[in-house]
């Protein structure tokens, strides 16, 4: 978190059970990743609704924490001895079979802990044996020696459990695993924290420090854990647009070949013969492309447009313009189907001396060797394709611009593999595609490498898509709907059914 880390071995600080254990269950070795990787997933509040927790955050079966008042205890008998009902706020109910120890210290009216497995009875929630903490005996009757047993009688050897739990309004839920309870974790974290040295801010932003959030996201104030929360949230957002702006520095530094726009090349011939006028958008991001293929300086952009919206026109010019540079383009899609019913509409655009190359995984041997042999020599101007394109077999006479559409579907190595396809000492123009709106805070922290691009308009002419809900339960809906898509596809146009189920 922007240069500050823990690297003390959580074997130094922790009994050596317990940091096994979180290195078996989590991977965590240090502090820093203890503290860093394993924020609450929740916190319990006093008076908190249980009924609504449990809905919200816990399905059956799950293991929770919740805190309240003991308002009723009752046992009743059974075949081989007796089940022990503890109601705490007249809302749930903590079950123990046999539960002798439990009926000497937990009485009405004292205010216990618990952590347990979740049921629901009868619609009513229950908690299985659950393991508790007395947090207040009012008749004080309860010695302190018997407030606690299993997971917290085991972690009272390494943490003071008064102290941990001591007036306090807020308690952190943890991510647990069946073999490391949220109680162990919290007294872990609690045990790093109270020997850890104070941390240097990095940043003088506010009265909160990096110190204090880092303390109060896992052991909240009277004032709750918000503040912490959105401070660790800053923390990480500059954190990301630092390391973006890095990146984008050193792209600075590589070398790309400049491919200006020619006014009498195949890119011209193309546009010439649009049916129809370019929205203002698209001419504003082919401007913007134009510009910036036209240095020798590797073009990274974030194209982003709804489906209809002209991305692919935009990016078939770009990629023209590459081939009447003499590189090669390639567009990477993310699935097959997807890859050739690009190639079928790009092949559409292209003029016809263009040659349109495909590369998938599922080609037979002999159509991938001519494909990869038209790559390595030159003969393909376009290549298509999936992820086949990233492997070490491929390799491109020169390559000149990559395109990579819906860009979310693939990470940052892989299109820094593509970006090494590049004849040596040079790398290609990227255009990354995504017909996912992104809002553009967001767009600047996780793509901000990239120049961002959008487009707004639809083509001249072309309608809004008209979108239908048909429930499967109103048959006349549904043959309704056939007919409709019938009625379009005879007029020549297109039609397209989402089903949200995959089974069944």
Not at 83 to 107: H, I, K, P, S
Not at 191 to 212: A, G
Not at 381 to 395: L, N
Request: net charge neutral; aromatic share 8%.
């Amino acid at each position: 978190m922007l240069g500050w880390k823990d690297d003390r071995p959580l074997t130094e600080v922790l009994p050596g059970k317990v940091a096994k254990a979180l290195t078996k269950s989590f991977g965590y070795s240090t502090c820093g990743q203890l503290l860093m990787n394993h924020y609450p997933r929740d916190y319990i509040r006093q008076g908190r609704d249980f009924q609504a927790f449990a809905e919200r955050e816990a399905p059956e079966g799950s293991f929770i924490t919740i805190s309240g008042t003991v308002t009723n205890v009752s046992k009743r008998p059974i075949r081989n001895g007796f089940v022990l009902n503890v109601t705490v706020d007249d809302t749930y109910t903590a079950v123990y079979f046999n539960g002798v120890w439990q009926e000497r210290v937990l009485y009405p009216g004292m205010r216990v802990l618990f952590s347990g497995k979740l049921k629901f009875f009868n619609s009513q929630a229950q908690l299985q044996h659950p393991e508790f903490l007395i947090l207040d005996a009012p008749r004080g009757e309860t010695s302190v020696s018997k407030r606690w047993g299993g997971t917290l009688k085991a972690i009272s050897q390494f943490v003071d459990v008064e102290e941990l739990l001591r007036d306090r309004e807020w308690l952190p839920v943890y991510r647990a695993s069946s073999t490391l309870k949220t109680w162990t974790i919290m007294a872990a974290i609690h045990h790093v924290l109270k020997t850890l040295p104070p941390i240097q801010d990095p940043l003088d932003i506010s009265d909160l420090t990096f110190d204090k959030a880092i303390r109060e996201i896992h052991e909240p104030g009277p004032e709750g854990p918000q503040r912490a929360i959105d401070r660790l949230k800053y923390n990480e957002a500059l954190g990301i647009g630092l390391v973006m702006a890095l990146r984008r520095r050193d792209t600075r530094h590589w070398r790309a070949f400049a491919m200006p726009p020619a006014d009498d090349g195949y890119r011209a011939e193309m546009l010439a013969k649009v049916p129809f006028d370019l929205t203002s958008g698209q001419k504003q991001v082919l401007r913007d492309i134009d510009r910036d293929i036209s240095e020798p300086v590797p073009m990274s952009r974030l194209l982003q447009g709804e489906v209809g919206s002209g991305k692919t026109l935009v990016a078939v010019a770009a990629m023209l313009s590459a081939v009447d540079a003499g590189r090669q383009a390639a567009l990477l899609a993310p699935t097959e189907v997807l890859a050739h019913q690009h190639a079928r509409s790009i092949s559409a655009m292209l003029p016809d001396d263009i040659r349109l190359t495909v590369l998938s995984g599922s080609m037979k041997t002999a159509e991938k060797r001519q494909a990869l042999l038209d790559i390595v020599s030159g003969e393909a101007d376009i290549v298509v394709g999936t992820h086949a394109i990233i492997q070490q077999t491929v390799e491109f006479y020169s390559l000149g611009l990559v395109v990579v559409d819906e860009q979310h579907r693939f990470g940052v190595e892989q299109r820094d593999t593509l970006r090494m396809k590049a004849p040596e000492g040079t790398f290609p123009h990227v255009l990354v595609m995504t017909a996912t709106p992104i809002p553009r805070t967001i767009a600047m922290t996780v793509f901000g490498d990239l120049e961002v691009s959008s487009l707004h308009e639809l083509p001249g002419g072309r309608k809004p898509i008209q979108s239908s809900v048909l429930p499967e339960a109103k048959a006349s809906w549904v043959r309704r709907g056939w007919e409709r898509i019938r009625e379009e596809v005879d007029a020549g146009r297109q039609a397209y059914v989402v089903c949200p189920r995959i089974e069944g």
